[in-house]
């Protein structure tokens, strides 16, 4: 963001077409031919159109002689229209689009946003800009010029669109910083040096940020200020018809703007600036800065629900933005319980399992039909005041004026002074007096909510991609969700919206991409989001007992519209958390009311395993102190140690199908098995891999494969080593009962005679359906809640038989819900959760970080880094006493949770959170004890905690020194509160530590 003044020149040479005068006389001659004019208007029409329209000379130079003709004939017949209608104004609206090219010509007022003369924008946009790539890039030139009477009072807009040909179209890294190696030819040949220079300069600006560059020149001598805003191909869609809106909205209008494609994957658009005469709106000299701030917010979120308001002047981007925003707040938040089911939960015995199934069904009942999406967006639109008083209040508090020095307020300063800032009970008050009825008052007094509870923002900084906001989530009702967060992250895109929510400070968790089939699943997964992703890092609290760090996740909604949009997305979410998380030179100060440094440790979820590297050098890039454990699962050449190649997360949960085997005296090879979650998954192939057992049933995302007599095992590895899903198996390799039935496929019959009508609900009820039986299930994926109270009575013994399985280790995480895991527990089902089996994946990244901690750069580099396929030695021991130790403490769980069982008979379900919970209990008293001030024990307990290679390479001291305090303390509560619960069970007696500790240390 800059402010620069330039000499006065236009920037690219004038387009000057040299066979004009040719081309009017075949024109003229075409028209004659055709007889749809008289002939003696013939030179008229033709003369005036040429002359007097002021037409650049690219439209002729473009455009052929037979659609030249057709356009005077368009322009000849609206004026005998215009005429019979005493009409004494022409309206021009010419199109012609070809395959490489379009041309559109059209009436435009300046400074006013007309449905009739955005059409034409929006086209360009969905048509040409928005899908422009390097391979398929489309530049714009437009011009505005005044007509020179022939019944025209307003002025002329002309777009020209052009198919771009680079000069280079494949540059090396070398030269895609070179504006000449990467431009269009046509720019080439028309931008002056000094655009050039100017161009080049954004352009490497925009290659070293995710987010856009946005310059501003004033031109000396004259009041135009030119603005240049460059950012990524692909990284936003409909900006080039929505910054019209907005500069339109401060009474300023263009004479001309330019979109140019680099072979690099940037874009630059370029915009002529001039206020309107007469205008009574603030000066351009002032309003410019405002148009350079809501650009950035504009190109995060170019359209939203709320745009209608915006363009007609009821709200500003910001009040807008700020709508939308708050608009998803309450979509997640106002669908809550009330007052009346609290008393009901309270009421009601919540280890009734029937009890428990009324809860759920009217929890789930309340939320769906109370507040529906389109039902808080109308209530929203009643009220555009309401909404302006809001975001003062909010922009109270969050916006810093930049210009303070100067004591020139900014207009977004101004905007709030002129509102007037009310204290929340006033506008409580203000909502109560207002709205109509209780409904609207709790959706605005939501908003009130979500002001009151921003601790931080990106909103008001230019350079951002996407929205984001730290929560204190302190507003979140207890009933609902009783283990409190500790920090709560939205962040709102144009591709997505998510949620980082942790329980620690210091606490680790994967990010993963949520994608929907079709807008129902998008419905269900836009409504469980928070909720699953508040259990998900929940669960991950419980998992990360045995590691120093606590639970976190993260979530990324795709919208309905942009499934194909994964890594734009998570690039922003990154970007955009990284905004709030660390503060460089020359960026916009934001109010940080958290009052402290944060730092988010993330890893690999669902569909971001390959965006690990991506995120840790991206926040190297931008400064970040903590890049190198910002992220694990990264790439073995950046130290990562990957999970789905060892097998992490599989080892963990293969200990406890082993557990059960040795326990109940099973022999792997004659016992069956359901797995849902295939091959081409990282639990699901490492566990087709590590067994031996004859596995009946895969359901993956592609369909399912099922042979009562065994899945071809040979087959079955081919795809897991390959990494496939199983509508890549060889069917010949199915016995005649076996069958593949594959999502899209209908009306598929099976080798029983039964007809499958639809793919999808048959994969999707699979691992509910009477062929599914099995000695063991072990879910390796799917959705959520796949088994809950609604349907878990399908796996239930019937009268005399025996149940779907006998034994369930829950390999994917929340695959059961915990109302279905105590049903199936009290019919006899030996079942451990998700929190107890799926814990190897943490356990192998907070090790990995705990390298990067201990070694300085190069040792890390010699240690830890995988260079062209040569492992080091010491990574190649690291990773497998990494594995030993997750086989380790798997077993260590299995055993303590069944010896409880036996004894106590709670449900293993309850004693596996009981457990966790009591290690984690644990863990903080005894960072917090005397014991750690004591050398003896604590040299002691961190000779066993730390891995024994780490210890023989550098030695406690040198650990010690390196690995800050507050880690090293959380790896001595975590080590001893785990062996501790793990001996002794979760409600030990009081003199059960002091044995323990005699006994070990």
């Given amino acids: 963001m800059s402010n620069h003044l330039d000499k006065n020149e236009s920037g690219y040479v004038t387009n000057v077409f040299a066979d004009k005068q040719n081309q009017m006389l075949k024109v003229c001659k075409h028209l004659e031919e055709s007889g749809f ?30 659609t030249i003709t057709n356009h005077i004939m368009a322009l000849y017949g609206a004026k005998i229209l215009a005429y019979t209608n005493n009409e004494n104004v022409l309206d021009v609206d010419l199109r012609k689009e070809h395959e490489d090219s379009a041309v559109y010509i059209h009436s435009s007022e300046p400074g006013v946003s007309k449905v009739g003369s955005t059409k034409h924008e929006k086209s360009i946009d969905e048509k040409f800009l928005d899908s422009s790539t390097p391979s398929n890039a489309y530049r714009v030139e437009s ?100 910054i019209s809106d907005l500069y339109h909205y401060y009474d300023l209008y263009t004479t001309r703007k330019y979109v140019e494609q680099f072979a690099n994957g940037v874009t630059i658009v370029a915009l002529y600036l001039n206020p309107l005469p007469e205008s009574k709106a603030v000066p351009i000299e002032h309003s410019i800065h405002q148009v350079m701030k809501e650009a950035s917010l504009l190109y995060c979120l170019p359209s939203t629900p709320l745009q209608e308001y915006f363009q007609a002047s009821k709200l500003s981007v910001q009040e807008m933005v700020y709508a939308y925003v708050v608009w998803i707040f309450a979509q997640h938040f106002l669908n809550r319980l009330g007052k009346e089911y609290i008393t009901l939960n309270n009421i009601l015995d919540s280890s009734n399992p029937v009890h428990e199934e009324v809860l759920t069904k009217m929890k789930k009942r309340l939320r769906q039909d109370t507040f529906t999406r389109d039902y808080i967006l109308d209530i929203l639109k009643r009220y555009p005041d309401l909404i302006k008083v809001l975001y003062a209040n909010f922009a109270n508090i969050h916006y810093v004026n930049p210009r303070e020095e100067s004591l020139q307020p900014t207009i977004s300063y101004q905007r709030v002074a002129n509102i007037g800032v009310l204290s929340n009970d006033e506008i409580v008050k203000k909502i109560k007096q207002e709205t109509a009825n209780d409904h609207e008052k ?38 609902e969700y009783p283990s409190p967060l500790y920090g709560m992250f939205l962040v709102v895109g144009s591709e997505f919206r998510g949620f980082h929510l942790r329980f620690r400070d210091v606490a680790r968790g994967g990010i993963r991409i949520i994608r929907s089939r079709n807008r129902e699943a998008y419905s269900i997964n836009l409504r469980n989001l928070f909720d699953e ?53 020359g960026e ?113 995302g592609s369909g399912v494969l099922y042979d009562p007599k065994g899945i071809d095992r040979t087959e079955l590895t081919r795809l897991a080593e390959s990494r496939k899903m199983i509508n890549h198996f060889d069917v010949k390799k199915l016995s005649s009962e076996g069958f593949r039935v594959l999502v899209d496929e209908t009306k598929v019959k099976l080798p029983n005679g039964q007809i499958i009508e639809r793919g999808i609900d048959f994969r999707n009820t699979f691992h509910t359906n009477p062929l599914a039986q099995a ?40 695959f059961i819900t915990q109302e279905a895991r105590l049903r199936l527990e009290k019919a006899g089902i030996v079942i451990f959760k998700d929190a107890s089996a799926n814990k190897g994946g943490v356990t192998s990244s907070s090790l990995e970080v705990l390298a990067a901690l201990a070694f300085n750069d190069d040792e890390f580099a010699k240690n830890m880094s995988v260079k062209d396929g040569v492992v080091p030695k010491f990574y190649e021991s690291y990773v497998k006493e990494v594995q030993q130790i997750i086989e380790r403490n798997a077993s260590d769980e299995f055993d303590a949770l069944w010896r409880e069982h036996q004894k106590t008979h709670v449900p293993i379900s309850i004693l596996s959170d009981e457990l966790s919970n009591a290690i984690v209990h644990l863990q903080d008293q005894l960072q917090a004890s005397n014991l750690w001030e004591n050398d003896v024990i604590r040299n002691a307990v961190l000779n066993r905690a730390f891995p024994k290679l780490l210890l023989q390479t550098l030695g406690l001291e ?44």
Wanted: glycine share 8%.
């Fill in 958 to 1001: 040198t650990l010690l020194q390196r690995v800050p305090e507050s880690y090293v303390r959380a790896i001595f509560g975590a080590f001893l509160a785990s062996q501790f619960i793990y001996k002794y069970g979760a409600h030990p007696d009081n003199f059960a530590f002091f044995e323990f500790m005699r006994e070990n240390f």
């Fill in 533 to 585: 992703n508040y259990n998900l890092a929940n669960t991950q609290q419980r998992k990360n007992k045995d590691i120093p760090e606590g639970g976190s996740k993260g979530t990324i909604l795709l919208d309905v519209e942009q499934q194909d949009k994964q890594f734009v997305a998570f690039e922003k979410y990154i970007d955009s958390i990284l905004d709030l998380l660390i503060r460089t030179q």
């Fill in 143 to 242: 011009y505005r010029s005044s007509a020179n009477g022939g019944g025209l009072t307003s002025q002329l807009r002309s777009y020209f669109v052009t198919k771009c040909e680079f000069q280079n179209a494949s540059p090396t890294n070398t030269q895609k910083a070179d504006i000449k190696q990467v431009a269009d030819k046509n720019f080439l040949k028309k931008a002056t040096n000094f655009t050039l220079g100017l161009y080049e300069k954004v352009m490497r600006k925009t290659l070293d940020r995710t987010g856009p560059v946005i310059e501003m020149y004033g031109v000396k001598g004259t009041r135009e200020h030119r603005l240049v805003i460059g950012y990524r191909q692909g990284s936003t869609k409909g900006f080039f018809s929505a």
């Fill in 37 to 66: 004019l008289p002939k003696e208007l013939v030179k008229n029409e033709v003369t005036w159109f040429y002359s007097n329209l002021n037409i650049d000379d690219y439209y002729f130079a473009l455009e052929s002689v037979e």
């Fill in 442 to 479: 709790l959706v605005f007094e939501s908003l009130l909510t979500f002001n009151k509870h921003v601790l931080k923002t990106n909103f008001y900084q230019t350079t951002k991609v996407a929205i984001s906001f730290r929560m204190d989530p302190s507003f979140l009702p207890k009933i």
């Fill in 775 to 814: 000695t063991i299930f072990v879910p390796c994926g799917g959705r959520p809640e796949s088994i809950g109270l609604e349907n878990v009575q399908r796996l239930l013994p019937k009268e005399g038989s025996a149940p779907l399985f006998k034994y369930i280790v829950e390999g994917a995480n929340l």
């Fill in 588 to 700: 916009d100060k934001l109010v940080d009311l958290v009052g402290k440094p944060e730092i988010l440790f993330c890893g690999p979820d669902e569909n971001t395993a390959e965006y690990m590297d991506w995120a840790s050098q991206h926040a190297r890039k931008r400064g970040a102190s903590f890049w190198k454990a910002f992220t694990t699962g990264k790439s073995q050449s950046l130290g990562g140690i990957p999970h789905d190649l060892y097998g992490m997360t599989t080892r963990s949960v293969h200990q406890y199908v082993l557990g059960i085997y040795r326990t109940f005296g099973l022999k792997e090879s004659d016992c069956t098995k359901l797995q849902t979650g295939g091959p081409d998954g990282d639990l699901g192939s490492n566990e087709i891999k590590i067994s031996s057992d004859k596995t009946i049933g895969i359901v993956d």
